[in-house]
């Protein structure tokens, strides 16, 4: 079967400058990419889409007429192209501007100006995202790991689904919060629970909390997916009983190393 390289991807490009469109163009034809096609306003990419599903979509933060998360709302709310990598490059560094697009799964965040790492990295992701590579463990079938994802973002949750599929995992349950969660790990086993920080009622802290100390599911492998990544968060989550944590965006090739560890101890 042939593998997907870079050169494979047709990129939609939206960028409202012309010459920060040459820059990034420049980079993408020195990662091998060259089908590239452009759109400068919300509406015109809307169109684009419309006409021709791109591999990935690479945009910029603000246009005359919107948002890049206008553009990603959109797509997300597509039958049939929900699924479309989005790739953010943008200046901005407020949380608060950045996590509704961590929310919606997005494959990369890149800051403007941006390295050739950063951008290879994100392409990589994308080419994960597009092919399935099957984990393989040594103490389970990967088909048969029943995994609970628990996020109250249905798009975050869809993301994640998405790129355990691609690494062969078929039993998964969601929950769309940590009071859910807690209430079907009374009834259900889980081999694996994957599970967001911030969320409403009970979040993924206490959720693990509860798991460790009051559920008959105490050893089970804890996945934490947070955006918040200052040293003080990290420290309050680990000491909840988390076997590790994963930034967002949710990266197929970290989460792939980390699934391997967690699944493979016994």
Do not use: W
């Amino acid at each position: 079967m042939h593998a997907l390289s870079p050169a494979d991807l047709s990129i939609l490009l939206i960028e409202p400058s012309s010459m920060q469109r040459k820059v990034i163009r420049k980079h993408l034809a020195q990662e091998g990419i060259n089908e590239v096609e452009e759109a400068e306003s919300v509406e015109q990419a809307k169109q684009i889409i419309t006409n021709h599903v791109p591999d990935l979509i690479i945009s910029a933060l603000h246009f005359s007429d919107g948002t890049g998360l206008d553009i990603l709302n959109d797509i997300r709310h597509r039958e049939g192209d929900a699924d479309i990598p989005f790739m953010l490059v943008s200046s901005e560094f407020r949380r608060e501007q950045l996590e509704q697009f961590k929310q919606a799964g997005v494959v990369a965040i890149l800051p403007k100006p941006f390295t050739p790492d950063h951008l290879g990295k994100a392409i990589n992701a994308t080419i994960d995202l597009l092919e399935s590579e099957e984990l393989e463990l040594d103490l389970f079938d990967v088909q048969d790991v029943r995994v609970l994802v628990v996020d109250d973002s249905r798009l975050a949750r869809n993301h994640i689904k998405r790129v355990l599929s691609n690494l062969g995992i078929q039993r998964m349950q969601e929950a769309e919060d940590g009071s859910q969660a807690k209430a079907i790990l009374e009834n259900e086993m889980f081999d694996l629970v994957v599970t967001d920080y911030n969320m409403p009622e009970v979040d993924g802290r206490e959720l693990t909390e509860f798991i460790r100390n009051k559920s008959a599911q105490s050893h089970i492998p804890v996945l934490m997916v947070s955006s918040e990544a200052n040293d003080t968060h990290l420290a309050n989550i680990e000491q909840s009983g988390v076997n590790a944590i994963c930034d967002k965006p949710f990266e197929p090739a970290t989460v792939k190393q980390l699934l391997y560890r967690l699944l493979n101890n016994d």
